[in-house]
């Protein structure tokens, strides 16, 4: 308890609030967008400047349409105001709404170049990402009928997306000009291969998406890189999600930042602090990896078993992405090496 009696809570509430109008004030509006995902609501943010901006768009249901219109209307806009809608990233949290809202009010759309070709083929790069996460569960010992079940799931939340057509294609480290502010644009990937955040560096404020969460760890997604067609075997150059992401998180480590709004939850005022808890926590679990391949080979799917027991089907690839990104810190290391026994992956102890 503090001195004034507050709660943990209330102060964090509190902090929350005053985050929140230090945005407002340079004239940046959160509206929390429901989505039918476990994550919760995502953050989208109103930038008032010329052009009007919207960064990422909620998914593509009534529902989220409908509490959009009534955030932007509270502000004093409308959908069709909207000048510039910009993506943070391929998530259908985020950029769900992007093609309706585009559409009825003629925004541009502004993404990472890279994603234009996945944002616009949607429907095909979600099957063909549901491909490479299929190999890669069967490689690492989930079992065939969770894999299927896994699928299912997938493709029941497909409709959450829809393509768009990205028709201002951005490059990394490009500044996006607003006539109040610059924006300068960054390519942070790990969570997801495409995570851009926007960074004010006059104001020392960052549009983080999904790069950077308060309240959970943003699991690094093994995905597929944007560049593979899914023709070859993907399986045979895994992704390094959680390597990649530790390198992103310690380049905006080194950044001056005062404020950094993310994709879901509250404004983050320490980020370095938060980074540096990160860290740690990704150690800790490196380590107890460590010991579990220690006391025998295991495949990365028992691996998870292990650590969170029988987790329900739709976690299922979570966990695999969760274990695999840290069996590479000890691959990276030295302390483990990967063998293949009739197309499985186990890892064990190095001698
Ligand atoms: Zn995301």
Redesign the pocket.
């Known amino acids: 308890m503090s001195a004034a009696g507050a709660s943990a809570q209330e102060l964090e509430e509190q902090a929350e609030r005053e985050a929140l109008a230090r945005a407002a004030e340079m004239g940046i509006h959160r509206l929390a967008i429901p989505t039918p995902f476990m994550v919760g609501r995502v953050n989208a943010y109103l930038i008032e400047d010329s052009p009007l901006t919207l960064v990422d768009s909620g998914p593509n249901s009534a529902k989220a349409l409908d509490e959009l219109e009534q955030g932007l209307e509270a502000l004093g806009h409308r959908v069709e105001d909207i000048e510039l809608l910009v993506i943070s990233?391929q998530?259908i949290?985020?950029f769900g709404l992007a093609a309706i809202l585009a559409r009825r009010s003629g925004a541009q759309v502004a993404a990472l170049e890279a994603l234009a070709p996945f944002l616009a083929g949607y429907g095909r790069q979600a099957e063909l990402d549901d491909v490479f996460a299929e190999r890669l569960m069967l490689r690492h010992g989930i079992p065939r009928e969770v894999v299927t079940a896994l699928r299912a799931v997938s493709a029941g939340f497909r409709g959450w997306g829809q393509a768009v057509e990205v028709t201002r294609p951005l490059r990394d480290g490009q500044e996006l000009e607003l006539a109040g502010r610059r924006l300068r644009v960054l390519h942070r990937p790990g969570?997801?291969p495409s995570d851009t955040v926007f960074v004010d560096e006059r104001r020392g404020t960052m549009l983080a998406?999904?790069h950077l969460i308060a309240h959970i760890s943003s699991n690094p997604l093994l995905t597929r890189p944007l560049e593979d067609t899914g023709e070859e075997a993907s399986e045979q150059t895994r992704p390094q999600a959680l390597l990649t992401y530790i390198e992103s998180l310690r380049r905006t480590r080194a950044m001056e930042l005062s404020l950094v709004l993310p994709?879901h939850g509250r404004p983050i005022a320490d980020h370095a602090a938060l980074i540096d808890e990160r860290f740690r926590m990704h150690e800790r679990r490196a380590r107890r990896i460590a010991g579990l391949i220690a006391e025998r080979p295991r495949t990365a799917h028992e691996i998870a078993q292990e650590l969170w027991g029988n987790v329900a089907v739709t976690q299922a690839f979570l966990t695999l992405s969760e274990v695999l990104g840290h069996v590479d810190l000890l691959l990276r290391d030295g302390r483990v090496v990967e063998e293949d026994e009739d197309g499985v992956v186990s890892f064990r102890a190095a001698r």
């Open positions: 990233h998530h949290d985020h969570h997801s998406a999904d994709g």
